[in-house]
């Protein structure tokens, strides 16, 4: 049981979903980001 | 500063401190002291990992370099998300599986005694030293505003937080940093609030985002690559934020016990993920906010008149030396671009709006102001001449100068209030781990092992003053050290990735034992302090080199030298 609430990630599914999860915010701010500088160059 | 001001300062500090000694209350051995009986909720350990995070140095210097260099210090955060997951994965599940109160606990289980004492070592030694520049770092707006003295105030700042940081331990500190963020948060958005409203009538916030765009200052993303290749000197690009800042923000939070202490208070392995992966999903955002405010800085500045140098103490130095006339000449040219700098400005704005041809206006203020920054180098040029001591570079002065002569009574007490809460949250952090090293990995170890809980408890109460002291110290001499939040993470990136990579061959290569580390430790330590001392190589990209230098050669020594020397 304790093992289990160890492997089991808090508010998505796995640990990939929340892997693909960051990488997506990371590249989602990094486009932004870029629009940004962009934007106001 | 005005009454009001003083006032609002002194009101705000005082609560802090009686809502810290009120929270004091826990039971009295190591349990209640370093970790608050395990029973905080994921929102107190995100707002406590943030506190702790976000020192002074934050939000004194991260507006200033934009100002001085732009947004592109925003990248060396996009290592952490990535970071922050992978961390809650290994180390967390096995810093509450066993219970440990330091990170380094865990090392004498997989290795031996040496290895751990060698990383706590480590760890003391750049923690008690950052600390000290932790405290200096508020202690200079006070001398600086208010001419105070440098050593009396470093002593004044760093007192203060000793009350309720030796009294309470992890639960005071943990309560009084969510208090302090609420505050903190506030005051920055306030202070956001002024520059735009302080801007001449006409101009917006969009308008002085374009102006800091056209004079280079919205560089968010940057690849380092230059017309020779990669550069790689250059501090703060998009791949020495994600790769190197990778590896810093996995050994800061990962293995050092100012973090990993905030998330063992917590009451359960899910609460402390939580607040660590929020951590990572809003410490971007608000970095680029605090970057953004500097920029808004700057842009002020071109419709107004901004110091030669931000420092006015070293200027009025300068002047009674013997480059005094140097420094009248240069202010008179310096007055006349300014002057000149704000038409320029003022035509590209109407320009712009009304939809006409930027480009000769734009070329102008492109040119004056790169004029303005050779005076400004002159300057430090002849402060070093003329051998005043002291700062030679501002960029931890221009926030608060701004704050200070163009904030209204009242703000200017509540923005120097939020300095100094947040140089509190990260400092009662650092001493109350200071003090869980010492008490667990090197007293209970080595100097007296069974004590009853009262003792221990006193003892580490002992160790967080003492640790305190030791950092007023380290602050009186912490000048000269130029930009404060590039010196902290600096001395992080000298000792992080050989810790990081002690901790990952732990983890992920099972066969090799603890002499075969600790030499491989000893060996890379050396070669980043010296790769440091004789290149210009970035500072972020030596975590990622430390850290893989020490598995690679740990994986050398455990197949070269004979099984029975390195087996433990």
Known sequence: MKKMQEEKPPLLGSWKTWYVMVIAFLVVLIILFKMFTNYFA | ?568
């Open chain 2, 1 to 568: 500063m005005s009454t009001l001001d003083w006032i609002v300062l002194a009101v705000t500090l005082s609560t802090i401190i009686a809502y810290g000694l009120y929270k004091s209350r826990t039971s009295k051995n190591l349990d209640g002291y370093f970790l608050s009986n395990r029973s905080m909720p994921w929102y107190l350990i995100l707002l406590s990992i943030m506190g702790t995070q976000a020192s002074a140095v934050t939000f004194l210097s991260a507006p200033g370099q934009a100002y001085t260099d732009g947004m592109r210090f925003v990248q060396y955060y996009f290592g952490l998300p990535i970071a922050m997951v992978l961390l809650c994965v290994t180390f967390v599940p096995l810093f509450h599986r066993l219970k440990v109160y330091t990170a380094y606990e865990y090392l004498e289980n997989r290795f031996d005694v040496k290895t751990r004492t060698l990383t706590s070592f480590l760890f003391l030694l750049q923690r008690g030293v950052s600390t000290g520049i932790s405290i200096y770092a508020p202690a200079i707006i006070l001398s600086s505003l208010l001419g105070w003295n440098i050593y009396w105030t470093n002593i004044f700042m760093g007192g203060l937080l000793i009350i309720y940081t030796v009294s309470g331990g992890a639960k005071a500190v943990a309560y009084t940093q969510q208090f302090q963020m609420v505050i903190i948060f506030a005051g920055m958005f306030i202070a956001a609030y002024m520059v735009v409203h302080l801007l001449p009538p006409g101009i917006g916030f969009i308008d002085a985002l374009k102006v800091s765009g056209k004079l280079g200052k919205l560089n968010v993303i940057t690849s380092g690559v230059n017309n020779k290749g990669f550069n790689w000197d250059d501090k703060y690009n998009i791949w020495s934020g994600i790769i190197g800042g990778f590896f810093l923000q996995l050994s800061y939070f990962g293995t050092d016990q100012s973090q990993v202490g905030r998330y063992l208070t917590a009451k359960s392995i899910t609460e402390s993920r939580i607040g660590l992966l929020l951590n990572g999903l809003v410490k971007v955002p608000m970095q680029f906010s605090i970057l953004l405010i500097g920029t808004l800085v700057f842009a002020f500045y071109q419709f107004n008149q901004a110091p030669l140098f931000f420092n006015q103490v070293q200027v009025n130095k300068v002047s009674k030396s013997a480059y005094g006339d140097s420094l009248k000449n240069m202010q008179v040219k310096y007055e006349g671009l300014s002057r000149q700098k704000k038409l320029v400005v003022n035509k590209w704005v109407n320009d712009y709006k009304s939809n006409q041809d930027t480009r000769t206006s734009e070329a102008q203020l492109v040119s004056i102001n790169k004029e303005t920054e050779k005076l400004r180098d002159n300057f430090v040029s002849i402060s070093k001449k003329a051998g005043v001591a002291g700062d030679t570079k501002d960029t931890n002065y221009i926030f608060l100068r701004f704050v200070v002569d163009y904030l209204p009574k009242g703000l200017v007490g509540l923005l120097i209030a939020v300095i100094f809460l947040a140089a509190w949250g990260s400092i009662a952090a650092a001493l109350n781990s200071l003090a869980s090293c010492t008490v667990v990995d090197i007293h209970k170890k080595f100097i007296k092992k069974d004590c009853t809980e009262r003792v221990d408890y006193s003892t580490s109460r002992w160790y967080s003053f003492a640790w305190g002291i030791f950092s007023i110290i380290v602050a009186m001499f912490a000048t000269n050290m130029g930009s404060l939040i590039e010196a902290v993470n600096i001395l992080g990136s000298l000792f992080y990735g050989v810790i990081l990579g002690v901790f990952l061959v732990a983890f992920y290569l099972k066969h090799i034992k603890g002499n075969a580390v600790f030499i491989s430790a000893v060996i890379i330590e050396v070669c980043i302090i010296m790769l440091f001392w004789k290149s210009s190589i970035g500072f972020l990209w030596l975590n990622a080199i430390g850290a893989l230098g020490v598995v690679v050669l740990a994986l050398i020594l455990q197949a070269v030298v004979p099984a029975r020397k390195t087996a433990v």
